[in-house]
Every structure is written in C-alpha cells, then in structure tokens.
C-alpha cells in the first residue's frame, strides 16, 4: 500500500466526510479545467481556486478514494452492531440495502472514472482496484445494474490492450478473476477473456511470421516493441485463465498459402522466442531491455501452460481417469522441450543475466511442478497403467544440471555478500567469479549527490537479496519436493552448499533455510512406513534412488514438515503464492495441503 492509503486508514475513524465517497468520486470527474483564473476582486474565483484540483493530485486521491470505498464496505459488514456491541435486527435488515446501493454506485461511476483517467497507467490501476470492491451478487439483481457492470468488463478488456503497465495490467486479470465469482456474470467474463486471447494469438501469429523472427536475427524496434508488449498481455492473461487450447491450438489464416504453412500452435511461437536468448546481448541499452522482457514472459508463460496442465491431470485424477499413452508422451515431449532451451540459455548466459537467472527459476520451479505428481491419483482407483505414466513424469534435474543451478546460485551468493561487504570464498567445487560476474549493472543512471549514492546503494543490496532468497526458496522446494539432491554420489550436497554462509547472508536467508531444517514431528521417534510420505524418487538414469541411512530419514522429515504447518504458515514462509483459479473460482494455491504438492511460485 502506498502511504497514501496508509494514511487514510489512520484517519479514516476521525474524518467522516471520507465514508461519503460518491462526494469524493464527483469531485475527481469534476471538470476542474473550467474553473478561470480569479482576479484580485473575485471573491468567489479565489475560493473555487483554491479547491481545483492540481496536476498530479488525481493519481493520490483515486488511492484515497479506493481505500475510503474498501473501509466503507467493511463499515456496512459490521453495522448490525449497535453502541453496546449487541447485533440489532433492525441494522442488520438494512445491510442488503445499503450493500445493493455501494454495488449500484460503483458500478455506475467506475466507467466514468475510466473514461476519464484511464488514460494514465498510474491513475487506470487504481480506478480497477476499485472494480475489485464491487459485490457482484448485489448488482445481478438488478438488469440495469448488470448491463453497467458488462459495459464495465469492456472498459477493463480495453484498458488491457491498451497499456503496457505491469500494474495495470495486473489490475485488470484480478478483474477478470473478480468477475469469475459471480455465476450470472462468468458468461460475460469468458466471452471478454476470449476475445482477449483471439486478439493476443492474432498478434502473436503475425508477428511470428516475421522473417527476422523465424530466423532468429536483431529484430526492427517497432516490432520488437509490439511483439514484447504482446508477450507480456499473454502472461498476465494465462496467470488468470486456462491457456492450454489456445496455446496449443495452430492458429487459422486466411492469409496466403505460403504464410498458412509457416503457422505453428503458440506453444511452439514461445520456444522459438525463448532461443532468442542464445544470441549474443544487444548493444543498444533499450533494444537489450525489450529482448531480455520478451524472453523471460515468453518463459513465464509457457511455465504457466504446465500449471494449468498439472492442474487438469490432478483433477481428472481425483476421479477415475481415462488417458492414453500419447497424452503422457506428448506431456512429456512438450516438458523436455522447454526443459531443454531452458538450460541452453543457462549456459549460454553468464554471471546473473536476468534472462540466465529467469531460466534458472523457472527450471526449478517446472520441475517442482511436476514432483508433486507422485502419489496423484493413487486414492481414486484409477488404472495401474495410467498411475504409472503418471508418475514417470517425476524426474529428478540431472547431475549436470545440478551442478549449473549451484553455479548461480554461487554467483547470486557472492554478489549478495559483496554488496553486504562481506565477499565469500567460493566452494569447493566453484570456479572464483568474475569481477564482470559480480558486478550487478544498474537501472537507474547515478548521481553525484551523495544521498541518491546511498538511497542507490541500499536499492542495489535488496535488490540482491530478493534475487538470492527467490532463488534458494526454490531450490529449497525443489530438495523437499525430491527433484534436486535426492539421490545419487552427490546427494545432500547441495544442501549443505546452501547451509555454508548462512550466518552471514542475513535473517531473510536463514529464514528461507529454516525450512529445511525446521523443527522435526514428534511423530519420527516412531517406525517409519517404507515408501511413503514422498514423491518418485528418480535417478538421473531414470531408476529409482537409493533409500535409507541418516540424510535420507533427515529429508523425510523435513518433507513431512510442510503436513505440519498450515496455509498461513507456508505464507508467512514466503513459500506460497497465489496462481491460478479453478473453474468454480476458489483459488488454486500452488502449495496445497498434500505432503506431494510442493510446486513453488
């Protein structure tokens, strides 16, 4: 929250004019420009001046408004109560109505807003944060006030094509996600997100058929503009709506016939793109920028697709599924593709590239995803044959690639210390890092004065933090989730790669690894199942790994810690995160209760 929220909260209880936001709402679509300079004789003229609104102020009074709107609604949900702190039926008979009427006005004066603020990225995400507050089962009872909120949903499908803002294109997914909870109003939900993505795939496709595209050459600034603006509508999209048909779907052309056979499903577009990180960087400063946000949302998206894709086989499994052997193998051959020019532009890349530490992540965080497949299905009888297919898609990262993913994480180590001005000594196994490798470069131009050095300073070591503690959270998950350090000579390894410094790296850090060494279960003083509590274990060769001895009963038990804590728990942790939606709008975590259900951010 900005401090401008922050601030409303704290006044909120001691200024009611602000619970009378439609006041608030009409001064903000008032046209101010109207209002003439005065003169020194006009009274009237001086006053007006003195409450038209300045450039600027717009954008801090659509936070206040939406923060007045949210404590407003909260003020009605307790209203029942009187100034005893008894429930009065009479107060509590009227919150319908008065809850009914907050629907009404916003959806009312929310297109407004739009109409005239929308324009502005900043001032566009506050007006669809207001969006978020409307009680959609209140205004389906009214047609007019459906139709408004329909007209709404047009508004938002515009400002979503229209901006390249990540907020306000963030703003407007939890719309389209917000809109999904109401029944009456899903049909128009999906009819606007179906247009989105005809419009997205369109643009995608024609871009796709560019020559310089195809044959993986510097791509002209305007095209490589749009092409990245599009990349970056269809991973905010796919974060909130089902993509599998429509990224596995060849698109149709009536084009000519040359370009029809250039055409190829946009799963297939996005791998190509991703290869685009093997060239060597662009010189130019925004030219690298645009190349490098093409292909980290070109990998985002695509690891998207296997969220959802996981998430339809784990569904069809809770019941008896029927799957063919070509599903399994198309799975697999699509995951070993992405898997595959990932790695590539990990190795390519060097020191902590964003398109290198993108790969890496996402590496992770796939192959996570796919170990938490290891006991799916197992309590719904479903087909011996398909349980087996199934859990042959859990495959422990091979040693190499082990040994790749330590390589960052080593560089990320170092340049978090040297910025702590603590530098590290590289392990056993590293190559020392390169001056070119840990120097981090800057997104902000310096300054000679010397508190925008340290204001620069104190950015760069978070930023350098945030990387390394995202980057061991995953691989954390990746250990618990037994795709990573799990069998072979090198098993424990990297676990206690991770444990090395961390007394120097910080609390953030050793929070992160609190994990693995969390408190044990009362319950491990008792005898152990064989076989249970655990996803595949795999070895690179594709057999099972050894079992038994110490490190391996220790990682049980540290796996059969996330049974122990609850939601809020692995929240607090930083180690869940909102993803994706099911068709009935309750929303799908990406660390669900099961002990096999550790897929990461």
Not at 88 to 113: D, S, T, V, W, Y
Not at 300 to 316: D, S
Not at 465 to 490: F, M, N
Request: charged share 30%; proline share 3%.
């Amino acid at each position: 929250d900005s401090r401008f929220v922050l601030a409303t909260e704290a006044v909120y209880p001691h200024l009611t004019e602000l619970g009378l936001w439609q006041s608030l709402a009409g001064y903000l679509l008032y046209d101010h420009s109207q209002i003439a300079e005065a003169t020194a004789d006009d009274t009237t003229g001086m006053v007006r001046n003195l409450y038209k609104m300045q450039e600027g102020q717009e954008v801090i009074l659509l936070d206040v408004l939406c923060c007045a709107v949210k404590l407003r609604v909260l003020d009605i949900a307790k209203s029942d109560v009187d100034g005893r702190g008894r429930r009065a039926k009479a107060l509590a008979n009227r919150i319908p109505e008065l809850q009914e009427e907050m629907a009404h006005g916003l959806a009312q004066i929310i297109p407004q807003l739009l109409n005239k603020f929308g324009a502005v990225p900043e001032a566009a995400s506050a007006v669809l944060r207001l969006s978020h507050l409307i009680d959609l089962d209140k205004i389906q009872d009214l047609q007019q006030n459906a139709v408004a909120y329909s007209a709404l949903l047009n508004d938002i499908n515009k400002q979503f094509l229209t901006h390249t803002d990540q907020d306000v294109l963030t703003e407007a997914s939890i719309a389209f996600l917000h809109a999904k909870n109401s029944d009456d109003m899903r049909e128009a939900q999906e009819s606007k997100i179906q247009e989105l993505w005809d419009n997205l795939v369109d643009t995608l496709s024609a871009l796709s058929q560019q020559k310089e595209i195809r044959e993986g050459s510097s791509i002209p600034s305007n095209a490589l503009s749009e092409l990245s603006n599009t990349l970056l509508r269809i991973f905010n999209l796919a974060s909130v709506a089902d993509c599998i048909p429509v990224l596995e779907t060849v698109p149709s052309s009536s084009r000519s016939k040359k370009r029809a056979r250039n055409l190829e499903a946009p799963f297939d577009s996005l791998v190509h793109i991703i290869k685009r990180g093997l060239r060597e960087p662009e010189e130019g400063e925004n030219v690298a920028r645009l190349e490098t946000e093409l292909v980290a949302n070109s990998m985002r998206t695509l690891l998207f697709y296997f969220m959802w894709k996981i998430q339809a086989l784990r569904a069809a499994l809770g019941g008896k599924a029927a799957f063919n052997t070509a599903f399994f193998e198309g799975l697999q051959k699509k995951r070993e593709t992405f898997a595959t020019v990932l790695v590539a532009v990990m190795r390519q890349r060097s020191g902590l590239d964003e398109m290198r530490y993108t790969a890496t992540t996402t590496l992770l965080d796939l192959q996570t995803l796919f170990g938490t497949l290891g006991q799916a299905g197992q309590a719904a009888n479903n087909e011996e044959d398909v349980i087996t297919q199934t859990q042959s898609l859990v495959r422990e990262i091979a040693p190499d690639i082990q040994a790749l993913i330590a390589k960052v994480y080593g560089i990320a180590e170092r340049v978090y210390a040297k910025k702590l001005g603590r530098p590290l000594e590289p392990g056993e196994d590293e190559a020392p890092a390169s001056e070119s490798e840990l120097d981090e470069p800057s997104d902000e131009e310096s300054d000679d004065e010397e508190g925008s050095e340290v204001s620069e300073r104190l950015r760069s070591t978070i930023m350098a933090e945030q990387r390394l503690c995202e980057l061991t959270g995953k691989i954390v998950l990746a250990i618990i989730g037994r795709v990573l350090d799990a069998s072979g000579p090198e098993r424990g390894k990297l676990k206690q790669r991770l444990s090395k410094n961390k007394s120097r790296l910080g609390n953030n850090y050793r929070e992160i690894l609190a994990f693995l060494d969390g408190p044990k279960l009362k319950s491990r003083t008792k005898g152990k199942q064989p076989g249970k509590g655990g996803t595949s274990n795999q070895g690179p060769d594709g057999k099972p790994a050894e079992q038994g001895g110490d490190e391996v009963e220790e990682i049980e038990d540290d796996y059969l810690h996330i049974e122990g804590d609850d939601e809020e728990g692995l929240r607090a942790r930083g180690l869940v995160e909102d993803i994706i939606d099911d068709d009935d709008g309750e929303p799908n975590r990406t660390a669900p209760e099961l002990d096999d259900e550790i897929m990461g951010d």
